[in-house]
Every structure is written in structure tokens, then in C-alpha cells.
């Protein structure tokens, strides 16, 4: 009973944490009208490229403004480049994505542990409103998002394969006794 027990603490306690939400509404120094970088150590993970923005304030009737889902605050993919998220093992949940500036944006995302690749999913998005993509990528310690295509609406100011991202969800894996 005891081994029972202590194998059920050792490994039955993983899926009881409770998700963490990131809604990008706390990043410190951001200004309302974007370009600020989310700094190494934000919720305990490291970025690279993501900035955040408030949605409405920075680009009014686009995907910025659409993709907001909680709060007024987005992240989205600076200068519309491959963009990154890593850190201790987490696992990713999902998150809120919506296209900037392009209809049927494809958006990539992989999530890999200690360099291996073990996760690729490919879905695409709309200026009009955020879609919610279920990742369940269980222990990755880095995400990889890169933005192609899509045909820019022309009811919009802006160009470029930017994607807008809000809630993002995960759960920090936690460190085996």
C-alpha cells in the first residue's frame, strides 16, 4: 500500500495543477500602442519576438482589435516573424489566435523537448474573430510559431502574416521528486 501510495503521489498528483491563463494583461513597461517585447522570465517563460499591444487602442477594427479576448492586452508576432516561447517543462494548452491583417493566415506551431521535435500542428485563422486551438502538448520546453499566407483583407490598413495570440493556457510541469 505504501509503494501504491507513493507512486500515485510521484505521478498521479501531474494532472491536478491547475492552468495558468495569460491574458498579457501585466507585462511590465508596455505601451499601449505595441512594439513592447515580453521580457525573458514573464510567467517563468522566456519569449523571443513576441510583443504585446492593446488590441483596440493600437490598430481599432483589425485583427488586433478582434483577437482581444480577455482584458484589452494581445501578444502577437513582432514584424510578422518565426516566434518563440521556452523555459522549464510546461505543458501547452492552447491559446486564442486570430489573423492581424490576413484572412486564412496558416499558423505552425511546434513544441519540442530538449531539441526533439514531438509536436506539429498546423491550423488556420481570420481578421474577423479568434479561434481557440487545443494544443495538449504535454512536457515541451520551447514552441516554435511561424506564419504564412493568407490573402490580406481589404478592408484592413495593414499588411503582413502578424498573428494575434490572448490566453494563452498552460500548465507547469512539475519536477519529479
Known sequence: VT???????????RG??????????DVPGAEPYGGTYIQDGYYGLNSDVF???DGGI???YSGYDYGTVSGDWIAFNSYANVATIGG????????????AWNDGLTINIQ???DGTLY?????????SGPIWFAANFPEVDELVFNSSG??????LAGSGTHFVMDDFTFNQTPAVP
Open 58 to 60: 493600437s490598430q481599432p
Open 150 to 155: 493568407g490573402t490580406q483583407n481589404p478592408n
Open 88 to 99: 522549464p517543462d510546461f505543458d501547452f494548452n492552447g491559446a486564442w489566435f486570430t489573423g
Open 111 to 113: 513544441g519540442f523537448n
Open 51 to 53: 510583443a504585446v499591444a
Open 3 to 13: 509503494v501504491l501510495l507513493a507512486v500515485f503521489l510521484v505521478f498521479g498528483l
Open 119 to 127: 509536436y506539429n500542428a498546423t491550423f488556420n485563422v481570420d481578421t
Open 16 to 25: 491536478v495543477s491547475p492552468a495558468t491563463v495569460i491574458d498579457f494583461e
